[in-house]
């Protein structure tokens, strides 16, 4: 991992909060300014894949534009590096706007709304060549004063920023330091990756194998709209991981997709993603985690047997030597649709309550 030559970080900062704020007839201009013409762009379902920058007009900024045309974006990390060749820039933060149409079919509030995002841009020669966006729709509709699923056990709300109030790097930070934090969190992953679920050692397993020895006394996991936020590593076990791995139990995820090769090609799972950045490391892949939906529980559904791919991305604050905070963007709509619920459907009636 080496930071990259490549990208300036202020204009591609600037032009992404441009982005957010362009006017329909300026919309245009202002991805041709970001994006190759050809690129692919990722997202949360039900949005998902598309290619060029027309298509990435038509369905993804001209309705959020139209529902939120008073939006601006808030960066709270923003960090960079190169994996394998490939240069990055990666985001969390929050789009802010008034919530004045329709989006998603999701009703408007005509109050603010805050949608959080995870991104990661690969950039080429200037412009963004694939974006990879986890913006949290679930999230959208639990502040539009709906639910479709059982209660989070962790605590929603908004992301916070880090608690360093550092995260915008508008220059690469010390490399050095990256590859360390770098190396801290592929350790973390080696422990999870080697921990036996199969062995049934519950909640005590969790607290006491070698993962205790990378997290902070006092670390923050900042999951998802659907799992909530945990503190501590007893918060983190109950709230999220022995749920999670009860009902996935064996999951393959980043680098051990390697084991699984064939269904590696056929999902072209793995981390895509892998940098360190001063105090901040991210890894994500699309997918990154390959399980079998084996276990009850998680998200209120008994199990089902089938086969899931995870879409998710892990940005880290290393923090007095240790693994201090951790946002975690992953596509809750798309793990569920998997597992036999489609939560989009299922509200449709409600949205259209009364209309």
Same mark, same amino acid.
């Given at each position: 991992m080496t930071h990259p030559k490549s990208i300036d970080r202020r204009r591609l900062l600037a032009g992404l909060r441009a982005l957010a704020e362009a006017t329909p007839e300026r919309l245009t201009a202002r991805l041709t300014d970001l994006y190759a013409p050809d690129a692919q762009w990722r997202g949360s379902h039900p949005i998902n894949e598309m290619q060029g920058i027309d298509a990435i007009a038509d369905q993804v900024w001209q309705p959020l534009l139209r529902s939120f045309p008073d939006l601006e974006r808030r960066d709270a990390i923003f960090v960079g590096g190169s994996f394998e060749g490939r240069d990055y820039i990666a985001a969390v933060g929050h789009y802010c706007g008034t919530f004045r149409q329709d989006w998603l079919t999701i009703p408007a509030t005509g109050a603010p709304i805050y949608i959080r995002y995870g991104e990661v841009h690969q950039v080429e020669n200037g412009r963004i060549v694939q974006s990879s966006c986890l913006w949290d729709v679930l999230d959208v509709i639990r502040q539009a004063g709906f639910w479709p699923i059982a209660p989070s056990l962790g605590t929603e709300g908004m992301w916070p920023g880090p608690l360093t109030a550092d995260g915008v790097a508008l220059d690469p930070l010390d490399a050095t330091q990256g590859a360390a934090s770098l190396?801290?969190?592929?350790?973390?992953?080696? &422990?999870?990756?080697?921990?036996?679920?199969?062995?049934?050692?519950?909640?005590?397993?969790?607290?006491?194998?070698?993962?205790?020895? !990378?997290?902070? %006394?006092?670390?923050?996991?900042?999951?998802? /709209? @659907?799992?909530?936020?945990?503190?501590?590593?007893?918060?983190?076990?109950?709230? !999220?991981?022995? *749920?999670?791995? &009860?009902?996935?139990?064996?999951?393959?995820? $980043? $680098?051990?997709?390697? #084991?699984?090769? #064939?269904?590696?090609?056929?999902?072209? @799972?793995?981390?895509?993603? +892998?940098? =360190?950045? @001063? *105090?901040? /490391?991210?890894?994500? $892949?699309? %997918? /990154?985690?390959?399980?079998?939906?084996? $276990?009850?529980?998680?998200?209120?559904? =008994?199990?089902?047997?089938?086969?899931?791919?995870?879409?998710?991305?892990?940005?880290?604050?290393? !923090?007095? =030597?240790?693994?201090? #905070?951790?946002?975690? *963007?992953?596509?809750?709509?798309?793990?569920?649709?998997?597992?036999?619920?489609?939560?989009?459907?299922?509200?449709?009636?409600?949205? +259209? +309550? =009364?209309?």
């Open positions: 190396a801290q969190t592929l350790a973390m992953h080696g &422990t999870l990756g080697a921990y036996n679920d199969q062995a049934r050692q519950g909640r005590d397993g969790l607290l006491t194998m070698p993962q205790k020895e !990378h997290w902070h %006394p006092k670390m923050m996991w900042y999951g998802p /709209s @659907g799992i909530g936020t945990t503190r501590g590593l007893q918060g983190f076990v109950d709230y !999220h991981q022995l *749920p999670f791995r &009860t009902a996935f139990p064996g999951r393959k995820g $980043g $680098g051990q997709w390697d #084991e699984i090769a #064939e269904l590696k090609a056929q999902h072209k @799972g793995g981390h895509y993603i +892998r940098i =360190g950045d @001063g *105090p901040y /490391s991210v890894t994500g $892949g699309w %997918p /990154s985690v390959f399980a079998m939906h084996a $276990g009850g529980g998680f998200l209120g559904v =008994g199990p089902t047997n089938r086969p899931v791919t995870m879409r998710v991305m892990d940005f880290y604050l290393h !923090h007095e =030597g240790l693994i201090r #905070e951790n946002w975690v *963007p992953l596509d809750i709509l798309d793990l569920l649709l998997q597992m036999g619920v489609d939560v989009m459907d299922r509200m449709q009636p409600i949205f +259209r +309550r =009364g209309r």
